[in-house]
């Protein structure tokens, strides 16, 4: 009798658990929707562009497809409209878009995330998280502070510095619309104020900065293209080459000029 009923207890428990397992696998909708990202996060520079592709497929027809931001688990009520992006899917089951964002300056070291949610015409959804990180990029660097010549050094076979007093509280604004602001401080030089800064630029690998003035005078144009050196929080040193034949000297010669930044 003991045999017996420990039988039917096991053909029992194996019913039980057969029949559950086939109760959830029929539970599960087979046109489901399906949404998935090429990428789940993202680590890169203020002002860099990131692309997320967002691959769908949605058997029942794609009823709406929506992305949502959040800035430190709060909605982001600035991106779309009140938060919310809703993008015209095509017409069908598939779906691909190209969701392309430019890191933002005011997000750095903020957490950023992006929901992408896809609905069918039955009402059934799915949905992924997109992960942002925001470090500063040299760019945002240096329009984020004024930025003081502290020293003008002609890297000759003998170094010699080069800077003149009347430079020495010389300041740079390189604003963040690219344009320039010069204050040339208390001492005053006889060459302030005979070019007129007009633009700068950094390249995307922030190794090179250009800087384009004219000259008072006669509007000519010139850009200067120095080789940045280093760059941080506190100090900007770039090297770039002149040409001082006229003064006995050869057309390539080397200077290195560093600054020193301050609140703006």
């Known amino acids: 009798m003991k045999q017996s009923f420990t039988f039917n207890l096991i053909l029992a428990i194996a019913a039980t658990l ?14 489901q929707p399906v949404i998935s990202l090429s990428t789940y996060k993202f680590l890169g520079k203020s002002q860099q562009e990131m692309t997320v592709t967002v691959t769908i497929n949605a058997p029942n027809g794609i009823a709406a497809f929506k992305i949502t ?12 409209l009140n938060g919310l992006m809703t993008v015209a899917a095509a017409s ?7 969701f392309k964002y430019i890191l933002s300056p005011d997000e750095v070291d903020k957490l950023v995330g992006f929901n992408f949610r896809v609905e ?7 949905e992924k998280d997109f992960t942002l990180n925001t470090t500063v990029s040299g760019a945002q660097l240096l329009f984020s502070y004024r930025w003081n010549l502290k020293s003008i050094i002609w890297k000759s076979s003998v170094p010699v510095e080069a800077i003149r007093n009347d430079e020495k509280d010389n300041s740079f604004l390189f604003n963040r619309d690219s344009t320039v602001t010069i204050d040339y401080g208390t001492v005053k030089g006889i060459f302030d104020g005979f070019r007129v800064y007009e633009k700068w630029t950094l390249s995307p690998d922030e190794k090179v900065f250009t800087l384009t003035w004219r000259n008072v005078f006669t509007a000519v144009k010139t850009t200067e293209v120095y080789n940045v050196t280093t760059l941080i929080k506190d100090k900007l040193v770039m090297t770039t080459l002149l040409d001082l034949r006229a003064f006995g000297a050869t057309a390539s010669e080397l200077f290195e000029y560093t600054y020193t930044s301050s609140p703006k």
């Open 18 to 31: 057969f029949f559950s397992s086939c109760k959830k696998e029929t539970a599960v909708d087979s046109s």
């Open 69 to 80: 931001k959040g800035v430190n688990l709060k909605a982001d009520m600035s991106f779309g």
């Open 92 to 98: 069908g089951s598939s779906f691909t878009y190209v």
């Open 120 to 126: 069918d015409s039955k009402g059934l959804a799915a």
